[in-house]
């Protein structure tokens, strides 16, 4: 009795799963069908390819590998090069080089230098390749580096992320940025106050507060949430320590995006960084009060609707932030202000801004004439300014207009 079998091949083929075709195999199969239907129509081979604007050369092409072996001779050949360049070094360099390497553990720089001084005529790319040689080899190995340097090392973030490049900013809302400003106003005092600015309607909301840590910021980020009147949909913010930790879980737990600039990019939060010039420049550099935070956090305040309510800004054409919503996005308006709440809360702010500058004055005059004679008329000539700038400021004609008809709005 006589066996016979069919060639190794086909059984080897048989186990072969079937593996299904790419989307460029399958597009380039598209075409060739479309090819096929139109010249079934009647169209030259010219009209064709205008048709489909696929050159004739490339169809044909396509139609010779199909009809030679199927669909899968449609998929991307290797663009390997064929013909590789040979290795030129002997192997006495190459462990010459792995036991540099071992040694020194140093690049191919300095280790071309060691191989020249040992009578080696060796160029430095060479031994880069040899270098590289050995590692996909698995020859060299390089010993686990050890963290002993003082140098910080970046933790990982469990819900911030860099923000892509698709990501858009259209409405209020769409990226909101975050800074903290470091003021010392005088010796021994710190203040940390916090800024959050919109990108699309420059809507500022401020804080102050004695420290900058995580829990602050998470406090922060429930005003901001508060007195925002648009939905916070992401925030930016740099590196620092204060926007980790329970913040970043509060952000997560707000469904909120969290985007982190990368190391010393602070340009890339321009909007805010901007915003922390304002304050620092027609609030903090005006206002000389009592620094504590009772006292410091209700200007503060009454700042922040100043600057939203009332204040032009010139990139939103002289309008203010209220102004712009009101007009480009009339579902996120906020409400609208009596006209005599701002013109009395800024004639106030006014009046302790200038009274401030005259206490300044007062505790210059005190301190140049402390152990004189003079002490007491400077401080009774001080009294007497300040007194003097309240009665003007009580009766400047911004406070005198600043009683509208009672159904005025801002």
Not at 27 to 50: F, H, I, N, T
Not at 71 to 100: H, I, M
Not at 132 to 141: A, E, F
Request: net charge positive; proline share 7%.
């Amino acid at each position: 009795m006589q066996l016979k079998a069919l060639p190794g091949t086909f059984y080897r083929a048989g186990r072969l799963q079937p593996v299904e075709p790419s989307p460029r195999a399958r597009e380039r199969l598209r075409l060739l069908q479309a090819w096929e239907a139109l010249r079934d129509k009647g169209l030259w081979s010219v009209e064709c390819s205008q048709v489909l604007q696929v050159p004739r050369a490339t169809i044909y092409r396509w139609r010779s590998r199909w009809k030679r072996a199927g669909p899968c001779a449609l998929e991307d050949g290797s663009r390997a090069p064929k013909r590789r360049r040979q290795t030129t070094w002997s192997g006495e360099l190459v462990q010459a080089v792995l036991e540099l390497r071992e040694q020194y553990g140093w690049g191919k720089d300095k280790l071309v230098i060691l191989l020249r001084r040992a009578g080696w005529q060796v160029s430095t790319s060479m031994v880069g390749r040899i270098i590289s040689s050995l590692k996909g080899r698995g020859v060299l190995l390089e010993p686990p580096r050890r963290a002993v340097s003082a140098r910080k090392r970046r933790p990982k973030r469990p819900h911030a992320i860099r923000k892509p490049k698709e990501y858009t900013v259209n409405a209020p809302g769409d990226l909101v940025q975050l800074d903290t400003l470091d003021l010392r106003p005088l010796p021994g005092v710190v203040l940390k106050q916090f800024t959050a600015r919109d990108m699309v309607s420059r809507w500022d909301v401020v804080e102050v507060y004695s420290v900058a840590t995580a829990r602050t910021a998470s406090n922060f980020l429930d005003a901001l949430k508060e007195r925002s009147p648009y939905p916070v949909r992401a925030i930016q913010v740099d590196g620092g320590s204060e926007f980790m930790g329970e913040f970043e879980i509060a952000c997560r737990g707000s469904d909120l995006q969290l985007f982190v600039l990368p190391p010393r990019s602070p340009k890339l939060n321009g909007h805010v960084e901007r915003a922390q010039r304002t304050h620092t420049e027609e609030f903090w550099e005006r206002y000389e009060g009592e620094l504590d935070l009772p006292t410091v956090r209700p200007a503060l305040r009454h700042w922040e609707r100043l600057y939203n309510t009332f204040r032009p800004h010139q990139a939103l054409a002289q309008r203010t932030p209220a102004e712009y919503l009101t007009q480009c996005h009339p579902e996120m308006a906020p409400k609208p202000l009596s006209v005599s709440y701002v013109v009395d809360e800024y004639t106030r702010l006014t009046c302790c801004w200038g009274c401030h500058k005259i206490y300044r004055t007062r505790l210059q005059m005190v301190e140049a004439a402390k152990g004189s004679s003079k002490a007491a008329d400077s401080l009774q000539r001080a009294g007497v300014l300040v007194q003097a700038r309240q009665r003007a400021a009580s009766n400047s004609p911004l406070s005198q207009r600043a009683q509208p008809h009672p159904g005025a709005k801002l």
